[in-house]
């Protein structure tokens, strides 16, 4: 199976991502998540973090607790889309442990200089733990195989008209992480506002009879009145676990991207060069199609074999 990290700031769609993880344990061996203060403080999405592995049947994965704000500008959360707990819907209990030992940056390190082999890196929420610990042990980067990221956007933002969230939340760190060299999947709001489930898919996870399919379902149906002006709760962050699973689903462009980082209009703004304009060098394959359909088909089946 492929070496995976998952660092996440869960989050709705952070979860189904963790739960897609976990159903495919078969392909990815997914050595650890680090959590991210984003959607929710850090110290909740670090308990959904546990309580989504509980979910799954998996307390044996380390959840490590990372950063809480991010590298220069003060947090802001997104509880108006998230709910007050960052899992609003899923309907879950505590978590059954606490998070393991060792901050998240301290541990994408440990991990990294110790991995026999390349890993693959997925940030779902802001970037702040993985460029703190590129700032702090560049050593590290000859053993990041590849960063597959939801962040940024080829159209319209979210959070502001020029901005997404992740990168929004912290865009120093998005900056390090998009210069830093290491191939780069980069799945912004111009993708992952394809994959929205129809109400029959949606059914579709209740429909399984299992823990995980009725949390999916719960959370894919809850009212959402802060929205962000999108239809249905579209599952961003799922895309990138799926394109490690089925890159057949998606196509998409080598391009140069920048992050604007200044603190007006702009802030957290991915420049993305779709038309090579800039002659500078691509930094990120940016994936503009998704097959939803044949996405959503597929990960129902993977989410059926989880408790
Ligand atoms: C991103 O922001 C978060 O709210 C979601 O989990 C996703 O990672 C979408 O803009
Ligand atoms: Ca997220």
């Not at 709705?12 to 061996?29: E, H, M, P, Y």
């Not at 610990?133 to 590290?140: F, K, Q, S």
Request: with cysteine; proline share 10%.
């Amino acid at each position: 199976p492929t070496p995976v990290i998952i660092d996440t700031d869960p989050g709705q769609d952070d979860a189904v991502a963790i739960l897609l993880a976990l159903g495919a344990s078969d392909r990815l061996d997914l050595a650890c998540i680090t959590t991210v203060a984003g959607n929710v403080p850090v110290a909740l999405t670090t308990a959904n973090a546990l309580r989504i592995c509980d979910l799954a049947g998996r307390p044996d994965v380390p959840v490590h607790a990372g950063a809480e704000v991010p590298l220069l500008f003060p947090l802001e959360t997104a509880e108006f889309v998230s709910g007050p707990d960052g899992l609003a819907g899923a309907d879950l209990p505590p978590p059954s442990r606490g998070p393991a030992e060792g901050h998240a940056v301290e541990a994408l390190i440990a991990r990294l200089r110790a991995a026999p082999e390349p890993v693959t890196l997925c940030p779902l929420g802001p970037l702040t733990n993985l460029a703190l610990a590129i700032r702090v042990a560049p050593d590290i980067l000859p053993k990041i195989e590849r960063i597959v990221l939801m962040g940024g956007a080829l159209g319209l933002g979210n959070m502001t008209p020029a901005a997404e969230f992740n990168l929004y939340v912290d865009p120093h760190a998005a900056a390090i992480v998009f210069e830093c060299g290491r191939p780069i999947v980069m799945f912004g709001l111009g993708a992952t506002l394809q994959a929205i489930a129809t109400h029959e898919q949606i059914a579709g996870f209740a429909a399984l009879g299992n823990a995980s399919g009725r949390a999916i379902h719960g959370m894919l149906t809850r009212p959402r009145p802060g929205g962000l002006g999108t239809a249905g709760h579209p599952m961003h962050d799922p895309c990138v676990v799926a394109f490690l699973l089925w890159p057949e689903l998606f196509s998409g462009k080598d391009c140069f991207v920048e992050i604007e980082t200044g603190p007006g209009s702009l802030r957290g703004r991915s420049t993305i060069d779709w038309n090579g304009r800039l002659k500078r060098p691509a930094n990120a394959l940016v994936i503009d199609k998704v097959e939803a359909h044949e996405l959503f088909e597929r990960m129902t089946k993977v989410i059926a074999t989880l408790p």
